[in-house]
């Protein structure tokens, strides 16, 4: 729905962002229950190859994001908005695993009991599409 715009983040049927796991994989990996629950709180499953990390860097920057790109000189950061960072492996200071999911807690609290249900509805139905092609980084 627009009222959350989860094709910002997802992908669903190889359509949308690359930040959070594609959704027809997830769908299909997952029943009804757990979608629900990982709508909810998700923080509380966080995907493999979507745990984000906490960077701060020698100029008192601090960034949350996954790493997508990393060698032994820099780091490539997306943010939850999808937005590219780069920064050398020298300006890291700290670097430390986040235990909270990109995606927002109370991102569906305005959505009526309806629209979430359409919603719900809607990422399961997407079990039968084929996943994005670079889903699974």
């Given at each position: 729905t627009r009222k959350v715009r989860c094709s910002r983040c997802h992908a669903g049927a190889r359509r949308g962002g690359q930040v959070g796991p594609d959704l027809a994989g997830f769908a299909a990996q997952f029943n009804r229950g757990e979608i629900?629950?990982?709508?909810?709180?998700?923080?509380?499953?966080?995907?493999?190859?979507?745990?984000?990390?906490?960077?701060?860097?020698?100029?008192?920057?601090?960034?949350?994001?996954?790493?997508?790109?990393?060698?032994?000189?820099?780091?490539?950061?997306?943010?939850?908005?999808?937005?590219?960072?780069?920064?050398?492996?020298?300006?890291?200071?700290?670097?430390?695993?986040?235990?909270?999911?990109?995606?927002?807690?109370?991102?569906?609290d305005h959505l009526s009991d309806t629209e979430f249900a359409d919603l719900v509805e809607f990422v399961g139905s997407l079990r039968s599409r084929p996943p994005a092609a670079n889903a699974n980084r």
């Open positions: 629900i629950d990982s709508i909810l709180a998700p923080s509380r499953r966080l995907a493999n190859g979507y745990i984000s990390v906490i960077l701060a860097t020698d100029s008192g920057q601090v960034l949350t994001g996954l790493v997508r790109n990393e060698s032994a000189v820099s780091l490539e950061l997306v943010d939850g908005e999808g937005r590219v960072v780069r920064l050398s492996q020298e300006e890291i200071e700290i670097r430390r695993p986040s235990q909270k999911s990109l995606m927002p807690d109370g991102l569906v």
